[in-house]
Nanobody, 117 residues
Framework: VQLVESGGGLVQPGGSLRLSCVAS????????MNWYRQAPGKERELVAV????????NYAASVKGRFTISRDNAKNTVYLQMNSLKPEDTAVYYC???????????WGQGTQVTVSS
C-alpha cells in the first residue's frame, strides 16, 4: 500500500499550488479521502474531505473558499488545489485514506508547503 504526495514547494503569499496524491495497493474508490496538514509545533489538522465518488466535500473553516479537493478514481489520485495561499498555510500536507480500523488506514509521507515572500 502506498500514498505518494507531490506538488509542494515554496510559493509567495497569494500564490497557488496543486497537490496530488497517488494511491496504490488498495481499492482507492472504496475510500473517502482526506488531506491533513501539520505545521511546526502544532497538531495535525484535517483540511479537506472528499466522498468516495467525489460528489461531497468538506473543508476546515480556515481554508474554505480557497482550497478545493477533488479526485480521479480512474487515476487513483486525489488532489488539493490551494489558492490565495497565506503564510499560515505553511505546513507538511498529508493525504490519508481512513479505513474502518487502523490496519486499513493509510498515510502518505507528506509534502512540504511553504508560503513566504
Amino acid at each position: 500500500v502506498q500514498l505518494v504526495e507531490s506538488g509542494g514547494g515554496l510559493v509567495q503569499p497569494g500564490g497557488s499550488l496543486r497537490l496530488s496524491c497517488v494511491a496504490s495497493g488498495f481499492t482507492f474508490s472504496s475510500y473517502v479521502m482526506n488531506w491533513y496538514r501539520q505545521a511546526p509545533g502544532k497538531e495535525r489538522e484535517l483540511v479537506a474531505v472528499i466522498s468516495k465518488v467525489g460528489t461531497t466535500t468538506n473543508y476546515a473553516a480556515s481554508v474554505k473558499g480557497r482550497f478545493t479537493i477533488s479526485r480521479d478514481n480512474a487515476k487513483n489520485t486525489v488532489y488539493l488545489q490551494m489558492n490565495s495561499l497565506k503564510p499560515e498555510d505553511t505546513a507538511v500536507y498529508y493525504c490519508h485514506a481512513p479505513g474502518g480500523t487502523p490496519a486499513y488506514s493509510y498515510w502518505g509521507q507528506g509534502t512540504q508547503v511553504t508560503v513566504s515572500s
